[in-house]
């Protein structure tokens, strides 16, 4: 039956009865074809409407409802494993797998993880939120059962994209050279690993995943096994039959049966496959074709701009208020950034822009397109990205990488060994730092400031504002060394952004109010974004304000005159206080021998759940609500 096509996103609640009737995707493996085409139909409409309601990544899902269900209807899950990759794309996974009312509160505060998590149901074998992870939790889930006797199947589920990074092939030499029992699933939607070959193609796709194939593939490995040399020219034969019309000697020649590409949205060739693959050994590949967006019409056209949306709003007949004359647009900070970037570039030659697949949430677009020569898409490369930067500045250029916060985690070596032992000259513009808000744990940017703090030679600097932020970037790529600057997601307070490229001085605070009490004498040492609660609790409990701007180096002047000045020091970060900017200030004044009670208050020494930032902060008691509390606490 013809897949069902959407043009908008349901308001009301579709009807979905065959969706409706089971809990458990055990029931799937008892649907027949046109059941399964059904529920394919009803999955997606379902999807569409929950994505309305909660918003969140939406693309990808919709590109893999025929997978999902060809996935559980052929393994026996849970006790078969399946690894998503990266999570974008599990929505209709966890809406098989009894969580469909729940998906109405993903990304919410208290309610569904964006991302596949193991507390939250048996079915998400393996947490995950970075990308290119699935084949080395597979492998080992695989492994592990191999050792323990147990007769379960393990699949791991990645996309194209995923299997530009270098963990993804670690992991798959490592599965072809011990022989392991997994399936590797390829989602492939961007053709960015081959072209679509016609029609000849998904023919042989499908003669070689059958049953009858695979049966004489199989017996025919048996007799010829006990031929001098037979085995090996069959086998060389067959890698040269597939190569011609398919992808398939990379991963052949890796130790995987390599099968594909077949239409990912064919759900009768898909479940075949799947199911026939399930009862191999050895490491198995299935190259699938999909369209991310797949079967909603406007995400089809634009699926960079359907990769997420936010929430729809709910319809109203209460007449419309007058129109209001709208308020001018606050840049986020990427913006600010990506000004800079083509400004900076505009004046000096040697600027190099690296990004690991982030060109549209860093906002490298315009520069992508006005300096295409000097603009480095590495792909989810981050460890890449960052020794490219490494090289690029050993021949006299002035690179810039723009990452996440989170990512940066993924290239630290590289930026300690790479950069920071050769004292290379490397910018680091550090985008959502600090709680990004529905993506949750594996997403906040909340430890950068800790384990960079502790790289011999690095200057970290984080800005109040976006004027700052713009300062801080030309601060960094003037100084000759490693230098990051680390700012948060979203927009700022909403300052004047000057034109011009002028330099704030590395390591000097900036005092931005100055207690007048007679009582006990507070001042607030604010680092980054936090300033702006900073400002709004020193005014109501007349205390010091000082932005501090640098986290390294210190401004020791500005801390020492603090603590001569005040009874009570407040250190105030969006980080972990553990070796956090606090624990900075901690480590000077003890070098100092100055006796001065501090409170040094940032995120807690645990993994902050999503929500939205504001509830987040609040949560952490770093809302300017919060603050004061813990500092009246403190007070005689």
């Known amino acids: 039956m013809p897949m069902k096509l959407f043009d908008e996103i349901p308001r009301e609640r579709p009807a979905t009865p065959l969706l409706d009737s089971f809990d458990h995707p055990a029931a799937l493996r008892a649907m027949n074809t046109q059941q399964l085409a059904q529920?394919?139909?009803?999955?997606?409409?379902?999807?569409?409407?929950?994505?309305?309601?909660?918003?969140?990544?939406?693309?990808?899902?919709?590109?893999?409802?025929?997978?999902?269900?060809?996935?559980?209807?052929?393994?026996?899950?849970?006790?078969?494993?399946?690894?998503?990759?990266?999570?974008?794309?599990?929505?209709?996974?966890?809406?098989?797998?009894?969580?469909?009312?729940?998906?109405?509160?993903?990304?919410q505060h208290g309610g569904l993880a964006a991302f596949p998590r193991r507390a939250e149901s048996e079915y998400d074998t393996f947490g995950v939120g970075h990308s290119s992870t699935s084949i080395s939790a597979a492998l080992g889930m695989a492994l592990a059962a191999q050792a323990k006797g147990d007769n379960r199947r393990v699949c791991a589920i990645i996309g194209d994209g995923a299997l530009?990074?270098?963990?993804?092939?670690?992991?798959?030499?490592?599965?072809?050279?011990?022989?392991?029992?997994?399936?590797?699933?390829?989602?492939?939607?961007?053709?960015?690993?081959?072209?679509?070959?016609?029609?000849?193609?998904?023919?042989?796709?499908?003669?070689?995943?059958?049953?009858?194939?695979?049966?004489?593939?199989?017996?025919?490995?048996?007799?010829?096994?006990?031929?001098?040399?037979?085995?090996?020219?069959?086998?060389?034969?067959?890698?040269?039959?597939?190569?011609?019309?398919?992808?398939?000697?990379?991963?052949?020649?890796?130790?995987?049966?390599?099968?594909?590409?077949?239409?990912?949205?064919?759900?009768?060739?898909?479940?075949?496959?799947?199911?026939?693959?399930?009862?191999?050994?050895?490491?198995?590949?299935?190259?699938?074709?999909?369209?991310?967006?797949?079967?909603?019409?406007?995400?089809?056209?634009?699926?960079?701009?359907?990769?997420?949306?936010?929430?729809?709003?709910?319809?109203?007949?209460?007449?419309?208020?007058?129109?209001?004359?709208?308020?001018?647009?606050?840049?986020?900070?990427?913006?600010?950034?990506?000004d800079w970037l083509c400004d900076m570039a505009a004046s000096d030659s040697r600027l190099m822009g690296i990004t690991p697949a982030m060109r549209e949430g860093s906002d490298l677009i315009r520069f992508s397109k006005e300096y295409p020569a000097r603009y480095f898409d590495v792909a989810i490369a981050e460890q890449h990205a960052v020794t490219l930067a490494a090289g690029m500045a050993c021949e006299g250029m002035k690179p810039v990488v723009a990452i996440y916060s989170t990512f940066l985690q993924r290239g630290y070596d590289q930026l300690i060994h790479d950069v920071a032992v050769q004292d290379l000259d490397v910018t680091f513009a550090i985008d959502r730092a600090g709680l990004v808000g529905e993506d949750g744990p594996t997403h906040h940017g909340n430890m950068d400031l800790s384990f960079l703090r502790c790289v011999p030679g690095m200057v970290i600097m984080a800005p109040a504002d976006e004027a700052e932020c713009r300062a801080m970037l030309s601060a960094a790529y003037h100084h000759p060394g490693p230098a990051a600057v680390r700012y948060p997601r979203g927009t700022g307070p909403g300052v004047e952004i000057p034109e011009h490229l002028d330099s704030l001085p590395i390591g000097k605070a900036e005092v931005r109010r100055q207690s007048k009490s007679d009582g006990v004498r507070i001042a607030l040492l604010a680092f980054g974004s936090l300033n702006t609660a900073a400002a709004e609790v020193a005014e109501k409990l007349n205390a010091t304000h000082i932005n501090m701007r640098s986290i390294k180096p210190l401004d020791r002047d500005a801390v020492l005159h603090a603590a001569d000045e005040h009874e009570l020091l407040i250190t105030l970060e969006e980080n972990v206080v553990a070796g956090g900017a606090g624990s900075a200030i901690n480590e000077l004044l003890h070098a100092e021998g100055v006796q001065i009670e501090v409170l040094n208050l940032g995120l807690p020494d645990a993994f902050v759940e999503h929500g939205t930032p504001e509830e987040l902060l609040r949560d952490c008691g770093l809302d300017a609500e919060g603050i004061e509390a813990a500092i009246r606490q403190r007070l005689p």
């Open 39 to 107: 529920l394919a139909d009803e999955l997606r409409a379902y999807l569409l409407y929950s994505v309305g309601v909660s918003g969140g990544h939406f693309g990808a899902g919709l590109g893999v409802v025929e997978l999902s269900v060809a996935l559980h209807h052929a393994f026996h899950t849970p006790k078969d494993r399946l690894v998503w990759d990266v999570g974008h794309q599990a929505y209709p996974h966890k809406i098989l797998t009894g969580r469909r009312e729940a998906m109405l509160s993903i990304r």
């Open 164 to 338: 530009t990074a270098g963990m993804a092939f670690e992991a798959l030499a490592h599965a072809g050279h011990v022989n392991a029992n997994m399936l590797v699933v390829l989602n492939d939607n961007e053709m960015s690993i081959s072209e679509n070959v016609g029609g000849l193609a998904t023919y042989l796709a499908r003669m070689m995943a059958s049953k009858p194939y695979l049966k004489m593939r199989e017996e025919g490995k048996r007799v010829l096994s006990h031929l001098p040399g037979a085995l090996e020219l069959a086998k060389r034969t067959e890698e040269h039959m597939k190569g011609m019309v398919s992808p398939a000697t990379l991963f052949e020649e890796m130790g995987f049966h390599y099968i594909g590409p077949i239409d990912g949205h064919d759900l009768e060739a898909l479940t075949e496959a799947l199911t026939n693959l399930r009862e191999l050994d050895g490491p198995q590949f299935l190259h699938i074709k999909t369209c991310k967006g797949k079967g909603f019409l406007p995400a089809e056209a634009d699926q960079i701009g359907y990769h997420a949306i936010t929430k729809l709003e709910k319809t109203s007949v209460a007449p419309a208020a007058p129109p209001k004359t709208p308020a001018a647009p606050k840049k986020k900070y990427c913006n600010v950034f990506g």
